[in-house]
């Protein structure tokens, strides 16, 4: 069993930054792909941002591409999501998610994950 718990949501303005971190607990976040997902009111969850078990890969949305950067310490556990440039579009319900895997380079830019963390709130105003 793995739990997953989010931090770092709030409201800021547009340009503004923000990190995000995901705190894993169990043994198995070093052999788990992360990836972060976000929904906004009224839409369907979407991709963001995925890292492997073994931090060398990484892949993004195009909405997020050259603003976001996802990045992991497995020896504490957990993943961050930084984002810079915030837009209001960006608004949205920010939650990450595991998935155990024996591919270390693997990455997953679907909501195929084993594991999901409650959410964290980012609202962006104009």
């Known amino acids: 069993q793995v739990q997953l718990v989010e931090s770092g949501g709030g409201l800021v303005q547009a340009g503004d930054s923000l990190r995000l971190s995901c705190a894993a607990s169990g043994r198995t976040f070093s052999s788990s792909a992360m990836g972060w997902f976000r929904q906004a009111p009224g839409k369907e969850r979407e991709f963001v941002a995925t890292?492997?078990?073994?931090?060398?890969?990484?892949y993004y949305a195009d909405s997020v591409k050259g603003r976001f950067t996802i990045s992991r310490d497995n020896a504490e556990n957990t993943v961050y999501l930084q984002m810079n440039s915030l837009k209001p579009e960006d608004t949205a319900v920010y939650s990450c998610?595991?998935?155990?895997?024996?591919?270390?380079?693997?990455?997953?830019?679907?909501?195929?994950?084993?594991?999901w963390g409650q959410g964290t709130q980012v609202t962006v105003s104009s």
């Open positions: 890292i492997s078990a073994n931090g060398r890969n990484t």
């Open positions: 998610a595991a998935r155990y895997t024996a591919q270390p380079f693997a990455i997953f830019a679907t909501p195929q994950y084993n594991y």
